[in-house]
Nanobody, 124 residues
């Protein structure tokens, strides 16, 4: 069974940091790229970051470049999103997702599996 479980969300002040984790079943994780998306109230789900199976290829939304870092530990079937210098506009539910292959994509329709999401709230 495909499972993606996010954790690490919470309430943080402007300028603070959080690290999100996404634990995946081995079937989901093996040889697949992984991505992070977010959705704020009243807005569409948007791309945040993605990483290839090897970790050698990453992509970021312009809004988070230089502040967020995606990484993965294949031995633990886990992908991470380190978020620094957080802003109020980063407030959203964050989702990890997996496509059906090892390709890095910013498009939601390229992802077949989704976690339940974790709330990140940045207070000013």
């Amino acid at each position: 069974q495909v499972q993606l479980v996010e954790s690490g969300g919470g309430l943080v002040q402007v300028g603070g940091s959080l690290r999100l984790s996404c634990a995946a079943s081995r079937r989901t994780f093996s040889n697949y790229a992984m991505g992070w998306f977010r959705q704020a109230p009243g807005k569409e789900r948007e791309f945040v970051a993605a990483i290839s199976w090897s970790g050698g290829n990453t992509a970021y939304a312009d809004s988070v470049k230089g502040r967020f870092t995606i990484s993965r530990d294949n031995a633990k079937n886990t992908v991470y999103l380190q978020m620094n210098s957080l802003k109020p506009e980063d407030t959203a539910v964050y989702y990890c997702a997996a496509p059906m292959g090892d390709y890095v994509s910013p498009k939601t329709y390229d992802y077949d599996y989704w976690g339940q999401g974790t709330q990140v709230t940045v207070s000013s």
